[in-house]
């Protein structure tokens, strides 16, 4: 499997459920993010999570890290239909230094929320 | 809104046609990136830019020519290109963190490429 890979491929909710997305990842990270990306349009940065926190909230997000699983999972609560759009997560993979926000991307979730 | 704008937003060319794209970035950051995006393949990073100065290229074809004047600029400079590099290309921006590594990008709404 590819670093950053997203699971499941497409979801689909009704307005007000909770969806959860799934990332895994292979080497080591100093941090994984999360970005959102409207059907065609440019990755909106949602939330970073680095490698020595274990959740974060923003909003209705709530993200988690498990370094020991090198997984992540994204979390949007109560959702809308607003919130359709494919979701990605992407790993910072250095260990020092600058990176240069050489992050690597997986294939993203695409999230279809009916009204 | 990002503060990232791309140039043109569509874009059809022959395989003959040399065109170029333009990223412009208004948020007074010093690194600059190319991603290209292709159907049902993750973003792959094309290259990166750091103070104006190249420091990735990312085994990238060189029928796609980069070029940095500034560090609010960023061209991505397209000939004889194949099909297949039909793509959505996005550009994005991030301030260098120096000691603090890693952190947020900020990408332009993207061009689309056709090449017929």
């Known amino acids: 499997s590819q670093q950053g890979e997203e699971d499941p491929q497409a979801l689909s909710i009704q307005e007000g459920e909770n969806a959860t997305m799934n990332c895994s990842y292979k080497?080591?990270?100093?941090?994984l993010q999360w970005y959102r990306q409207n059907s065609g349009r440019g990755l909106v940065h949602l939330i970073l999570?680095?490698?020595?926190?274990r959740e974060k909230h923003s909003g209705r997000l709530r993200v988690t890290l498990d370094t020991s699983k090198k997984s992540s999972s994204l979390l949007i609560t109560a959702s809308r239909a607003a919130d359709t759009a494919s979701y990605f997560c992407?790993?910072?993979?250095?260990?020092?230094?600058?990176?240069?926000?050489?992050?690597?991307f997986g294939q993203g979730t695409i999230l279809t929320v009916h009204p | 809104e990002t503060g990232v704008t791309q140039t043109p937003r569509h874009l059809v060319m022959g395989m003959t046609n040399k065109k170029s794209l333009k990223c412009e970035q208004h948020?007074?950051?010093?690194?600059m990136y190319w991603y290209k995006q292709s159907a049902k393949k993750p973003l792959e990073l094309m290259f990166v830019?750091?103070?104006?100065?190249?420091?990735e290229n990312n085994s990238v074809p060189s029928r796609f020519s980069p070029e940095c004047p500034n560090s609010s600029h960023l061209f991505l400079h397209l000939h004889t290109l194949q099909p297949e590099d039909s793509a959505l290309y996005l550009c994005?921006?991030?301030?260098?963190?120096?000691?603090?590594?890693?952190?947020?990008?900020?990408f332009g709404e993207g061009s689309r490429l056709t090449v017929l």
């Open positions: 994005a921006s991030s301030p260098l963190q120096g000691a603090e590594v890693g952190g947020e990008l900020f």
């Open positions: 080497t080591s990270i100093n941090n």
């Open positions: 999570i680095r490698s020595n926190e």
């Open positions: 992407a790993t910072d993979a250095y260990a020092g230094g600058t990176s240069y926000g050489k992050l690597t």
């Open positions: 948020l007074g950051h010093n690194a």
């Open positions: 830019y750091s103070l104006e100065e190249r420091v």
